[in-house]
């Protein structure tokens, strides 16, 4: 049996500049059809497919990014490099000098746009999270897929929450603390307050049940079948331009933030999500995440000889 990991072409969702081309491409398409699933509202977002938040790429979008930012001058945004992880290169911006500040120090440096065609993405920061004892927070969920087309996809309910270990703040004077603002383990365990006993960790099971004491099990189940709607139309997305090995198969890693009014945001999707363990529950699920993996994908009917 021959069985490869990667989709040759995955990048079209992991790539943080391909997965919003592509999501947006995929609005359009269904928005031009009539389809229901592409409307609007008053504010002109769309009610069923506002999973992104507004984002531009950069250098190619500046004067649309420029343009949208005036009308909000005292939003935040976040820059990051369309195909760096593990939190490298990321930082917020307040203020259009910023970042044309950032443009003047960049052709100084190896990641220049203009000279090795690096495409930063930019995106409204999400300044509401929901926040569990002060802190912020974010999904790392797992996601198996065996085939495109058709669509054959598996989310595994074992997923994570990853905590900043400072309380969040967004003053000015903490814009640049990413101990405060990204939740990535590979930042926040430099940091002092780091704990190596829980990683700065809660199982997906833990924040729901917390979710449903301080919310209700209506709003906790609405969030969570949110979520599923989101993973799903993401890979709905790019499922007409992956290229579909029928030999292949892949487990993303989806990252997803949640503001205090319970709606998920999508951050990015990882291709090879870190199965490194930090603490001793770490290690069990992700052994019982691969434990699955295997036995899907090697299942009859899963991945062809």
Wanted: glycine letters at 6%.
């Amino acid at each position: 049996m021959r069985i490869i990991n990667h989709f040759p072409n995955h990048y079209e969702l992991t790539r943080k500049d391909l997965m919003v081309k592509n999501l947006k491409r995929y609005r359009r398409d269904l928005e031009r059809d009539g389809n229901p699933l592409a409307e609007k509202g008053p504010n002109g977002r769309y009610l069923y497919l506002d999973s992104i938040p507004t984002t531009f790429m950069l250098p190619s979008d500046y004067n649309m990014f420029v343009e949208e930012f005036r009308k909000n001058p005292s939003s935040t945004w976040i820059m990051k490099p369309g195909g760096k992880s593990q939190g490298v290169g990321i930082f917020l911006i307040n203020k259009l000098s910023q970042l044309k500040k950032w443009s003047r120090d960049s052709k100084t440096h190896t990641f220049n746009p203009a000279s090795v065609k690096e495409t930063y993405v930019i995106s409204r920061y999400i300044d509401d999270p929901l926040l569990i004892g002060g802190k912020k927070f974010d999904l790392r969920i797992f996601v198996l897929v065996t085939s495109y087309r058709p669509l054959k996809a598996y989310m595994y309910k074992h997923g994570f929450c990853r905590f900043c270990t400072l309380k969040y703040d967004t003053s000015v004077e903490e814009l640049d603390n990413m101990f405060v603002h990204l939740t990535n383990v590979a930042i926040q365990k430099q940091g002092e307050e780091y704990n190596g006993i829980h990683g700065g960790k809660w199982s997906v099971q833990n924040l729901r049940l917390y979710l449903e004491g301080c919310r209700g099990k209506y709003v906790t189940n609405k969030l969570f079948d949110d979520m599923t709607w989101l993973v799903v139309h993401s890979l709905k997305a790019v499922a007409p331009i992956i290229v579909n090995d029928r030999h292949c198969y892949e487990c993303y890693g989806y990252d997803i933030i949640i503001d205090k009014n319970l709606k998920p945001w999508l951050i990015e999707v990882n291709a090879s999500p870190s199965l490194t363990s930090t603490t001793a529950n770490d290690r069990i699920l992700k052994y019982k995440l691969i434990d699955h993996v295997i036995d899907i994908v090697l299942a009859p009917g899963g991945i062809p000889e």
